[in-house]
């Protein structure tokens, strides 16, 4: 459909769409400081990134965004990337599902390094909050991932991710 204003429409919507793909500067620097921390799931993330004060977008960035940006690091940075978003997610973000940023970093971590990604899920799953579908994208309400080995093959998975 055209006609005056669309163009400004088309316009604002990319404009929209880049910021929903691109998390602030800094923000993962900050982030993998906080989940190489040794009280990574005691320390408050607010109190150590105060930026994050009102940070509920973070879950709202396109999947794309942290999966782009996590690609580019190196095993300890993506842990603690993903270990730092786990932790946001319990203390500050409201349950958002399989939307969560945790989750889709999760997914790149998983991938790169799959046999120790056990470990990372075992973590995720002791220290997440009321979001169960942290780590693996679907609901999981144990606590292990014994416990929750016998449900990964038949549970639904987000969009566009195959069952393990």
Known sequence: MSGPGSAAADDTARAIAARLMQPPA????????????????????????????????IDHLAPEAWQSAAQHLG????QAL??????F???VST???????????????ADRYADLAGNLAD?????????????????????????AAGSLRSAPRPPGRDAP
């Not at 095993?75 to 993506?78: I, V």
């Open 95 to 109: 349950n958002r599902g399989w939307s969560a940023a945790a989750i889709w970093t999760y997914f790149v971590f």
């Open 89 to 91: 997610n319990k203390q």
């Open 75 to 78: 095993y300890e940075d993506l």
């Open 26 to 57: 800094g923000l993962f620097t900050q982030l993998i400081q906080f989940g190489r921390r040794a009280d990574v799931s005691t320390a408050h993330i607010l109190l150590q990134i105060p930026g994050l004060k009102a940070a509920e977008w």
């Open 123 to 147: 973590w995720a799953l002791a220290n997440r909050g009321s979001n169960t579908y942290i780590p693996f994208g679907h609901p999981c309400p144990t606590v292990s991932r014994s416990a």
């Open 82 to 87: 993903v270990r730092a978003l786990v932790v």
